[in-house]
């Protein structure tokens, strides 16, 4: 455990998982004012999470966007554990932000439930997976909800937040209570397969990644179509490397089987993924990704 000076003004949020989305969430939550508890069973992980989380904080205090005081305030509130029981005991909020697996979410919110307090909001930030059958190791599951946010978190202002069938309205109100204090617009929907946003999201990036293959269009010239032609503020392709495309395939061979053969991965997905072309954590995808940002394929 790292230890810290300064705890506990609103309140205390657990964050499981200390990859891009987690230590985003761990920003925004520190940034608005809670103590922070970020999880993760790497400490290089975590070590790289404070770093990330530090140079945003630096990038944001450099345009202006918060004050010295705010970011010095915001680091020093976040404190790093190797054990989800620590982290989670005597937090109002936890959000699981572990990868697309249920085995794995259903064990971490196992875990959660005995050492969480009883009245604490529990959360996944899943984006396809179902909250209710996550929610099905929990004693109390009408305290379980997804937390859908989106990347970047410090930057992206909505947040979905999904219904499982035995969720109660009081806990869906004070989700989206909590989704404005961080300065979030919540949105809420039912928990269905892709939700809302990412079933819509990802039948435009399918689409794209079609039209690549049957060469419509270069990458470029098909981002740019939704860029300047509906007013996206990233193309479909650019966003599906900014995601990771084997999170992209996760979630598409996960609709693809709840929902049809609309969600059918397209073979081009598969076979970049099969060859380490992830987007730009690995440095390749559609783009290649350099210091300077994506370049052209």
């Given at each position: 455990m790292t230890d810290t000076t300064d705890q506990s003004r609103k309140g205390r949020v657990a964050v499981l998982g200390a990859g891009t989305m987690g230590a985003g969430i761990a920003q925004v939550a520190a940034t608005a004012g809670f103590s922070v508890a970020l999880f993760d069973v790497s400490k290089g992980q975590l070590d790289k999470a404070r770093a990330s989380i530090a140079q945003s904080l630096e990038k944001l205090a450099s345009k202006a966007k918060i004050d010295a005081a705010t970011k010095d305030r915001a680091l020093s509130s976040i404190v790093t554990y190797d054990s989800v029981e620590d982290a989670s005991r005597d937090a109002s909020f936890v959000i699981e932000a572990a990868p697309e697996r249920m085995e794995l979410k259903r064990e971490l919110f196992t875990a959660v439930d005995r050492a969480a307090p009883a009245d604490a909001l529990l959360a996944s930030n899943t984006s396809s997976l179902s909250i209710t059958e996550i929610a099905s190791v929990v004693r109390d599951p009408s305290r379980v909800m997804g937390m859908h946010f989106f990347n970047p978190v410090p930057l992206m202002e909505l947040l979905e937040v999904v219904r499982g069938v035995r969720t109660t309205d009081a806990n869906v109100d004070r989700a989206v209570t909590f989704a404005k204090t961080l300065g979030k617009t919540a949105i809420v929907v039912r928990d269905f397969p892709g939700f809302a946003t990412s079933r819509l999201g990802v039948v435009i990036g399918c689409e794209a990644i079609r039209m690549l293959e049957q060469g419509v269009a270069s990458a470029e010239d098909i981002d740019r179509a939704m860029?300047?032609?509906?007013?996206?503020?990233?193309?479909p392709l650019k966003l599906g490397d900014l995601v990771g495309l084997?999170?992209?395939l996760a979630i598409l061979e996960h609709l693809h089987a709840e929902l049809g053969e609309q969600f059918r991965p397209p073979a081009l997905?598969?076979?970049?993924?099969?060859?380490?072309?992830?987007?730009?954590?690995?440095?390749?995808?559609?783009?290649?990704w350099t210091a300077d940002g994506p370049q052209k394929p």
């Open positions: 860029e300047l032609g509906y007013r996206h503020p990233m193309g084997d999170v992209r997905l598969r076979q970049m993924v099969r060859a380490g072309k992830l987007g730009k954590k690995s440095g390749e995808g559609f783009y290649k």
